[in-house]
């Protein structure tokens, strides 16, 4: 069974940095691509930024909001996926998920989300 | 403002058809990527219903379905059910964005 379980989020004041864990179980995660997706309270899902396998180069992408403040890695030998994010605002606060890519590529189970973690970035 | 237009909401009496557009551009739906789409029950992590434009995952109802043309695609569901209310998105890509993930501002569905 495909699980990803989000981990992590807090309380941080403005300026600070978090880094939040999603451990993936029941597929192969070192094909997968991974993506994170936030959704601030009350709104729509916004994407955050994409990891893609080491056999497809590792690259990463982000959303134009997060660039250059948030960073995300993967260790395939402990199937997580990693956000790091620094000069945290408030307009960051949000439930942030881990997703497996809905295309499937990498053969990769397609779609799935963890139950997302909460961070709240206030004074 | 989200690069996919949706409405913000629809809603249908049990047993209705209902449709959500999603209408987007020539750097997204336009350019031929793929279309997907989430439902998300209140206080739930979004689950994908709809795949490549019309794929179901396994799991999901034929009762779902999904479909495109030119800039826009849609979701039909048929046979509206009290469980089917929830917040609906669409999602693509976009080429502008550097093949960036690009959502719909989603949409609530709501059964009358």
């Known amino acids: 069974e495909v699980q990803l379980v989000e981990s992590g989020g807090g309380l941080v004041k403005p300026g600070g940095s978090l880094r939040l864990s999603c451990a993936a179980s029941g597929f192969t995660f070192s094909n997968a691509w991974m993506s994170w997706v936030r959704q601030a309270p009350g709104k729509g899902l916004e994407w955050v930024g994409r990891?893609?396998?080491?056999?497809?180069?590792?690259?990463?992408d982000y959303a134009a909001p997060v660039k250059g403040r948030f960073t995300i890695s993967r260790d395939d030998s402990k199937n997580t996926l990693y956000l790091q994010m620094n000069g945290l605002k408030t307009e960051d606060t949000a439930v942030y998920y881990c997703t497996t890519d809905p295309s499937g590529i990498g053969n990769s189970p397609r779609g799935y989300w963890g139950q997302g973690t909460l961070v709240t970035v206030s004074s | 403002q989200s690069v996919l237009t949706q409405p913000p909401s629809v809603s249908g009496a049990p047993g209705q058809r209902v449709t959500i557009s999603c209408t987007g551009s020539?750097?997204?739906?336009?350019?031929?990527?793929?279309v997907y789409w989430y439902q998300q029950l209140p206080g739930t992590a979004p689950k994908l219903l709809i795949y490549a434009i019309s794929n179901r995952p396994s799991g999901v109802p034929d009762r779902f379905s999904g479909s495109k043309s030119g800039t826009s695609a849609s979701l039909a569901i048929t046979g509206l059910q009290a469980e089917d209310e929830a917040d609906y998105y669409c999602?693509?890509?976009?080429?502008?964005?550097?093949?960036?993930?690009?959502f719909g501002g989603g949409t609530k569905l709501t059964v009358l």
């Open positions: 990891i893609n396998s080491k056999t497809d180069g590792g690259t990463t």
């Open positions: 999602q693509s890509y976009d080429s502008s964005l550097s093949g960036s993930w690009v």
């Open positions: 020539s750097s997204n739906i336009g350019a031929g990527y793929d």
